[in-house]
């Protein structure tokens, strides 16, 4: 098994920045990629940034690309989602999710997933 938990949303202005940490415990010697979804009231849960378990490959929605990048320190079992360039269109519950083989964009794909935290752009 391995835990997840998400923490870094907030209340921020359109323009601002965040940074969401997801901490993963548990099973943590094995080698999961990594992503990050997010879901708004009323809508499906969306593939936003994945990572590789080396850090070397990564992979962006492209609403998100050139504003948001997605990191891991797996010395400290913590994956990243610097956000930047923030839009009221960002806000939703941000996941991070866990997959064994690789950073599918689809979310059925993923074993393990946080509670999440939520993020809101005022406008």
């Known amino acids: 098994q391995v835990q997840l938990v998400e923490s870094g949303g907030g209340l921020v202005q359109a323009g601002g920045s965040l940074r969401l940490s997801c901490a993963t415990s548990?099973?943590?010697?094995?080698?999961?990629?990594m992503g990050w979804f997010r879901q708004a009231p009323g809508k499906e849960r969306v593939f936003v940034a994945g990572?590789?378990?080396?850090?070397?490959?990564?992979r962006y929605a492209d609403s998100v690309k050139g504003r948001f990048t997605i990191s891991r320190d797996n010395a400290k079992n913590t994956v990243y989602l610097q956000m930047n360039s923030l839009k009221p269109e960002d806000t939703a519950h941000y996941y991070c999710?866990?997959?064994?083989?690789?950073?599918?964009?689809?979310?059925?794909?993923?074993?393990?997933w946080g509670q999440g935290t939520q993020v809101t752009v005022s406008s």
């Open positions: 990572i590789s378990w080396s850090g070397d490959s990564t």
């Open positions: 548990g099973r943590t010697g094995s080698r999961y990629a």
């Open positions: 999710a866990a997959a064994r083989t690789y950073y599918y964009t689809s979310a059925g794909q993923y074993d393990y």
